[in-house]
């Protein structure tokens, strides 16, 4: 039950005599005046149930809001989330989060978007409010497009959390989207440098090395060697699962890709995706927009 800011104790008995939370306002209204409780309620969100007592509800509208906002921005490992969790105060166990993300094999499905938890919330409960939502925003939204794309869920997600990592601007997204799906379909390796930061991060932080860089942006000759399936420089095709995930925008990216006559890009110090037709092409962006700072 929501009770908004302002709202009065003779609206707050309506509301909760329409809920069969109570059976009587005025018994419900005559309580909380004569407790003194009727100016200490606080707006905010509360899990009330039929069960309980007047003064048992009484008591929780006076604790304040159980709820709490909490945003999730695209392009986030499930480790990095676990994190926020702890930083925003829930009880979390970090490693049993890890071992559920891996298990369930949910990376790529935690859907980045503003959730309003309870503050109590366990870690079933915040992955089945995450879940659900994906399963509203991306199987069920996007329903038609994932049939037309004749992609199962996993390859669109794969694919989309490196465009996420890749691309930051919508355009961005469909273009790279199309290029990457060009390079796979003529059996191209992909050359993502998200991947080998996925890959790098995950031997770094199982080692214990705090705080984790989730996303190193200084790569060496020696990362984009290393022996792992998830190094779209050695190997051909996508990586197992997706290295983050994906917002909405480079779902349907992958979903609507944009055809080009580019088949390479790279990213400035600003950001900015430079897109090249050739080897000889994409050499020379290196130099101009990588090499020259």
């Known amino acids: 039950m929501e009770i908004k800011k302002g709202e009065?104790?003779?609206?707050?008995?309506?509301?909760?005599?329409?809920?069969?939370?109570?059976?009587s306002p005025l018994a419900f209204k005559i309580w909380?005046?004569?407790?003194?409780?009727?100016?200490?309620?606080?707006?905010?969100?509360?899990?009330?149930?039929?069960?309980?007592?007047?003064?048992?509800?009484?008591?929780?509208?006076?604790?304040?809001?159980?709820?709490?906002?909490?945003?999730?921005?695209?392009?986030l490992r499930a480790e990095q989330?676990?994190?926020?969790?702890?930083?925003?105060?829930?009880?979390?166990?970090?490693?049993?989060?890890?071992?559920?993300?891996?298990?369930?094999?949910?990376?790529?499905?935690?859907?980045?978007?503003?959730?309003?938890?309870?503050?109590?919330?366990?870690?079933?409960?915040?992955?089945?409010?995450?879940?659900?939502?994906?399963?509203?925003?991306?199987?069920?939204?996007?329903?038609?497009?994932?049939?037309?794309?004749?992609r199962d869920l996993n390859f669109v997600l794969t694919m989309a959390s490196l465009v996420e990592r890749e691309a930051k601007t919508p355009e961005?997204?469909?273009?790279?989207?199309?290029?990457?799906?060009?390079r796979l379909s003529n059996n191209w390796a992909l050359g993502v440098d998200a991947t080998v930061q996925y890959v790098v991060a995950s031997q770094n932080c199982s080692r214990g090395q705090l705080p984790c860089d989730w996303w190193p942006q200084k790569l060496t000759a020696k990362d984009l060697q290393i022996d792992s399936p998830f190094n779209t420089y050695?190997?051909?095709?996508?990586?197992?699962?997706?290295?983050?995930?994906?917002?909405?925008?480079?779902?349907?990216?992958?979903l609507e890709p944009k055809d080009s006559p580019y088949w390479y890009y790279l990213s400035d110090k600003n950001g900015t995706i430079h897109y090249a037709k050739t080897a000889e092409e994409q050499?020379?962006?290196?130099?101009k927009y990588l090499?020259?700072?």
Not at 8 to 23: E, M, P, T, Y
Not at 234 to 254: M, Q, T, Y
Not at 283 to 287: G, I, Q, V, W
């Open 291 to 293: 090499l020259s700072f």
């Open 172 to 182: 961005d997204r469909s273009l790279v989207a199309g290029i990457l799906l060009k």
């Open 81 to 150: 989330i676990g994190e926020l969790l702890v930083k925003e105060g829930y009880k979390v166990n970090l490693p049993e989060w890890n071992r559920e993300i891996v298990d369930r094999k949910l990376e790529g499905q935690l859907f980045p978007d503003s959730y309003l938890l309870p503050k109590s919330a366990t870690q079933g409960a915040i992955l089945q409010i995450i879940g659900k939502n994906f399963q509203k925003k991306v199987v069920v939204g996007l329903a038609k497009e994932l049939a037309a794309s004749n």
């Open 283 to 287: 050499e020379n962006n290196r130099k």
């Open 8 to 23: 009065g104790v003779s609206k707050i008995a309506s509301v909760l005599k329409q809920r069969d939370l109570i059976r």
């Open 32 to 75: 909380v005046t004569v407790t003194g409780l009727s100016r200490r309620i606080k707006a905010g969100t509360f899990y009330l149930s039929p069960s309980m007592t007047t003064p048992e509800i009484a008591s929780l509208l006076v604790k304040g809001e159980t709820d709490q906002w909490l945003t999730i921005v695209e392009g």
């Open 234 to 254: 050695l190997n051909v095709g996508l990586p197992p699962h997706p290295i983050c995930n994906p917002g909405l925008s480079s779902i349907k990216a992958v």
